[in-house]
């Protein structure tokens, strides 16, 4: 038995260019996130610097164009000078957003070179928690003035002759959130963002600075908390932040492959806000989203390490499964569905922690089955985002009515003469006859359909079976007069990949 859906694509139909930043990612002093992650003197791969060659390899692979630092939570107590200098001479201290204890081996100069490493621009998040406009201002002459001031100079004698040019800044973090050091109310974070994004473009002028809107739309101030952060700096800021995760702690997996349109509709909502703020201002400045934390995050709500003040103990440390792989499809395919509003978004985060990169203290390192699907959008989907018209059976869900089984988009990578279609069969148990109609791209060759599925929705994989739910080519589609026919496994991630005929490639 097999379900059937179609889709058109036309490349004229389009959504928008897709900014690169969309596969953006995170890396927080939380758990072994930097240390037993990125960094580990010691470890049989690490380089001269103490960063795993491992993680480097995998990192890279993954083409990451934006990695946010240093959080998160973690961010609202960081004193930023406590990690600059001589490693020798840096404080070991107490970290209130944790409870551990940070060592401040790895601070913005460090984090700095791993991020060149990689290959990724830095998004650094500023302290509004316990700190504020003073601190953050000279934060940005530490990193970006070229020289002849204080904390330019400073940088100069730690080693850093060229500045690091950091353009995109968050201020703050969840700021609405109980459990943030430093939390405030609308109002008192507004107007704070407002006086330390004034004072921070004063220093450097090519900014992009991203405001904090609600740490989750589940929050009893969402939408107010938005409305009100925007009205205090709608003119300073250049990005609203969206943070959401998902669980499927119910085991209703229906349910949890939906959670897709949940975040549809976050998005949805806060371009609202955004729009009504424009309004309200008679403002011509569009402001975009940064969906700067977004997972898949079954560990939520665990508490903080029960023994306090441990040095990178693990902790938040997911073992993904093949249907959180899908999820993890589904909301790469709902962000790029929203290419034209949202810039940029952060998986969150990129190793260990909630991440698709798993480690071992001295040991090996394995990818997560979520490694996949971000892989492959990071690879294949940048270009243009084409407006699908897709028709699929539906089912009702426990939270939501009409979810369809096929979740898809399509991307047009011009520059390569490829078409990427992106595909989630949600159907637990039949597979799915897609037709695409791709006519109006005129001859089209089958470059590879990819798959990754397995028969056990929970499988993972692990130090001991690193390889049991990794993608295959051979997935089964062919091009014949304009369309494709592809079959999608049940609860399969597909990704096919299609060369125009006559472009290089
Ligand atoms: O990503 C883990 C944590 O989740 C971040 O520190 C925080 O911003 C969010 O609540």
Known sequence: MSIKSTMLI???????????????????????????????????????????????????????????????NFVSGYNWEDGVGPKSERKRLLELAWWTTETNEIGTNEFADWAKLVGAEVMMAVNLGTRGIDAARNLVEYCNHPSGSYWSD?????????????????????????????AKTAVEYGRLANETAKAMRWVDPSLELVACGSSSSGMSTFADW??????????????????????????????????????????????????????????????????????VWNSIGSSRAEERWQIAPPEFEDV?????????GCFLITLLKHADRVKMACIAQLINVIAPITTEN??????????YPYLHASLYGRGTVLQPIVSSPKYDAKDFTDVPYLEAIAVHNEEQGQVT???VNRHLSEDMELKVDVRSF?????????VLENDDLKAINTKANPNNVVPRAGGQS????????????????????????????
């Open 10 to 72: 036309d490349k004229n139909f389009t959504v928008s260019e897709v900014d690169p930043r969309l596969y953006g990612s995170f890396i927080e002093h939380l758990g072994r996130a930097v240390y037993g992650g990125i960094y580990e003197p010691g470890h049989p791969t690490a380089d001269e610097n103490g960063f795993r060659r491992d993680a480097l390899d995998a990192i890279r692979a993954l083409n990451v164009p934006i990695i946010r630092y240093p959080g998160g």
């Open 154 to 182: 400073l940088r100069i004698s730690h080693g850093y002759k060229e500045p690091h040019r950091f353009k995109t800044w968050c201020l703050g973090n969840e700021m609405d959130g109980p459990w943030q050091i430093g």
């Open 226 to 295: 938005e409305a009100t952060v925007l009205d205090l700096t709608y003119d300073q800021v250049d990005f609203l932040s969206l943070h959401t995760y998902y669980n499927n702690n119910s085991n209703d997996t229906p349910n949890f492959l939906a959670r897709s349109l949940d975040m549809d509709q976050f998005i949805d909502s806060v371009a609202s806000i955004c729009d009504y703020v424009k309004a309200k201002k008679r403002s011509k400045k569009k402001l975009m989203l940064s969906l700067d934390e977004w997972n």
């Open 320 to 328: 993904y499964t093949l249907e959180d792989a899908l999820a993890v």
């Open 362 to 371: 001295g040991g090996p390192l394995w990818l997560q089955t979520t490694y």
């Open 421 to 423: 279609v992106f595909a």
């Open 442 to 450: 005129g001859e089209l060759r089958l470059i590879e359909h990819l």
């Open 478 to 505: 062919v091009i014949d007069g304009g369309q494709v026919s592809a079959r999608l496994g049940k609860a399969s991630w597909n990704v096919i990949r299609l060369q125009v005929a006559g472009s290089r490639g």
